[in-house]
């Protein structure tokens, strides 16, 4: 299945459980092990349970093969690896902490955010 597909889907189903923040990484240019990363925020250990496992439920209606989800006895961030793409559903403080935008940005969406928060 096409990426750009999977991609789309898996964003339709964190916007359908109100997922905030959402934002999405083309990060082949960055590693091998995956094509796109996508990070989401959610307000509460619940919410971040229930978009996980509606990402993993549509991705793998859609044919995606779920290769593993971590995070989920927690709740606190969950990790929904479907190969091609890795969604990190995350509560806002530990999207904070671990501000895995800056990791995986590229540079001129870096410097973009600095110069919109100055």
């Known amino acids: 299945m ?10 339709a189903a964190l916007e359908d459980i ?7 990484f083309d990060v082949r240019r960055q590693t091998s092990l995956y094509d796109t990363l996508i990070i989401a925020s959610a307000d509460s250990n ?19 093969s779920i290769l593993g ?4 006895d927690v709740g606190e961030w969950v990790l929904v690896d479907a190969g091609d793409i ?24 870096q410097r973009a955010r600095a110069v919109s928060a100055a």
């Open 2 to 11: 096409r990426i750009d597909k999977l991609q789309r889907i898996a964003v």
């Open 18 to 24: 109100k997922a905030r923040d959402i934002t999405v």
């Open 46 to 64: 619940r919410q971040v349970k229930a978009l996980a496992n509606h990402v993993r439920d549509k991705l793998k209606e859609a044919g995606a």
């Open 69 to 72: 989800v971590e995070g989920e």
């Open 86 to 109: 890795v969604v990190h559903v995350m509560q806002p403080a530990v999207r904070a902490y671990y501000n895995l935008e800056e990791l995986w940005a590229p540079a001129a969406f």
